[in-house]
Nanobody, 125 residues
Framework: QVQLVESGGDSVQAGGSLRLSCAASEYIYSSYSLAWFRQAPGKEREGVAAIESDGSIRYRDSVKGRFAISKDNAKNTLYLQMNSLKPEDTAMYYC???????????????????WGQGTQVTVSS
């Protein structure tokens, strides 16, 4: 059973930066698709950034140019660097993993079978 543990969430002012981390309990990062999702109160969970198992990277349009996803296979850790944060980025952020490449299903939450517990990001104006 793979376990994912997020960290790095905090309260920051608009324009600030945060780096989220997601540590995995075992080596999965070379053959898994990995993603960051977020969920604000009263809203559906939405995909933010993802790295497919083939290494391709995709971002939600609203975070392009501000967020960067990366992974360190040696440390079994996924990262999300978030810059120029906006109040609308406020949400609980989750990392997720699933074996294989997802292609058009990348933002489809039910296909991911491993999820972290979430880390809260709050951006004040």
């Amino acid at each position: 059973q793979v376990q994912l543990v997020e960290s790095g969430g905090d309260s920051v002012q608009a324009g600030g930066s945060l780096r989220l981390s997601c540590a995995a309990s075992e080596y999965i990062y070379s053959s898994y698709s990995l993603a960051w999702f977020r969920q604000a109160p009263g809203k559906e969970r939405e995909g933010v950034a993802a790295i497919e198992s083939d290494g391709s990277i995709r971002y939600r349009d609203s975070v392009k140019g501000r967020f960067a996803i990366s992974k360190d296979n040696a440390k079994n850790t996924l990262y999300l660097q978030m810059n120029s944060l906006k109040p609308e980025d406020t949400a609980m952020y989750y990392c997720a993993a699933v074996a294989g490449r997802l292609g058009p299903m990348l933002w489809n939450t039910p296909v991911y079978n491993y999820w972290g517990q979430g880390t809260q990001v709050t951006v004040s104006s």
